[in-house]
Each structure stands twice: as structure tokens, then as C-alpha cells.
């Protein structure tokens, strides 16, 4: 999970949250929620020039993807326009954003934090759940999905197999999954 670098509020904003028509989030005008999910992907979510998705630290598109409550408008809708509680999430329905839905516990790992530290890796490519925040984090936004578990461990695989000095070159190379890179790296003594 990656942390989220939050910029100050667009003026575009503040200006449409602050309209007395726009009461919930389906008031929003379709082009504003673009607008915005644009802004969030290009000035706050970027790893090496390419928008990841900070939950699963996958590639993702603007067509690709949506704005994220982190703390979900049914359960908090104070911060429904709240504009340190937006993100852009992949679309992906296994996991991420739209698997959390309405879920929430307290001990949701906020990516507006610094999440990384938190997130410990398994040679098999599962996330550990190693304290009581992490498997509620991993749990609603099911990041030990198969289909993620397969990824990192197949990275892991391949870090296994790389000398020292290719490890740098890998992390120049691969622009996903920024944090088991750095965590393989500083578990396993191995500079980047």
C-alpha cells in the first residue's frame, strides 16, 4: 500500500462543493468527477511518472479507474466532499476500491498516512497480517486476492534470481509494486 502525497484542494473544487445544488455525491457533474479524478492521478498518485492505484500499487488509466472515498460516504457523509478523503482506486472488482464498497473499521491503514511501513511480504507473495490494523486493511480491500498473491510472488521469484547490482536495474525498470521492491530489499539486505 502506498502513501498518497495529498496537494491542496483544486479551486474547481471548492468552488462546485461549495454550490447549494450539490448536496450528495451523484450531484457532482460527470465532467468535475473527471476533472478531479484526473487531478488526484497526475499530482498526487504518481510512482516514476505512471498513477498507481495505492491500495494494490497497480498501473492504472483515468478511463481505468474511479474516485475513492477512504472513509466510505454512507458511513461518513461529512466527508463526502472532503477533499483529503478522495483517491483515485483501479476498477478492479476482486479488490481495492470497489471490493471495500461500505466497509470500514477503525483500523483501516489510511494511505494519506504513511502506509508502507506497516506492510510486511511473504516469499509466497502474500501480505502478512502481522497486527490487527493490517489483516482489517487487507481484509476489506482483499489484497491477498490471488491474483495479487501470484504477482508478488512470481517478483519475488525473480529478485531471488537477480545479483545485487541487477536489483537496481529491476527497480528501474518495474513500475509496479513499489513497496514489496523496497521491503525485499531492506528484509533481505539487498541494496536498490
Known amino acids: 500500500m502506498l502513501k498518497i502525497e495529498k496537494t491542496p484542494e483544486p479551486i ?25 479524478n484526473q487531478h488526484i492521478s497526475e499530482q498526487e498518485q504518481l510512482y516514476k511518472g505512471i498513477c498507481l492505484c495505492p491500495y494494490c500499487e497497480r498501473k492504472i488509466k483515468v478511463k481505468a479507474s474511479h474516485i475513492e472515498h477512504i472513509r466510505p460516504k454512507s458511513k461518513f457523509p461529512s466527508l463526502t466532499f472532503s477533499y483529503n478523503n478522495l483517491m483515485v482506486s483501479c476498477n478492479d472488482p476482486n479488490t481495492c476500491g470497489h471490493y471495500k464498497d461500505h466497509s470500514w473499521k477503525d483500523t483501516f491503514i489510511n494511505p494519506v498516512e504513511d502506509p508502507v511501513p506497516c506492510f510486511h511480504y511473504s516469499a509466497e507473495g502474500k501480505i502478512r497480517e502481522h497486527d490487527e490494523r493490517v489483516k482489517d486493511t487487507v481484509s476489506i480491500l482483499n489484497l491477498n486476492h490471488t491474483a495479487l498473491v501470484d504477482i508478488r510472488r512470481k517478483m519475488f521469484i525473480y529478485m531471488n534470481c537477480l545479483s545485487t547490482g541487477c536489483i537496481k536495474e529491476f527497480d528501474k525498470y518495474i513500475d509496479e509494486f513499489p513497496s514489496l521492491i523496497h521491503y525485499y530489499q531492506k528484509s533481505y539486505n539487498r541494496e536498490i
Do not use: A, S
Open 12 to 36: 474547481f473544487f471548492q468552488k462546485v462543493r461549495g454550490n447549494p445544488k450539490v448536496r450528495k455525491w451523484g450531484d457532482l457533474p460527470p465532467e468535475i468527477k473527471k476533472e478531479l
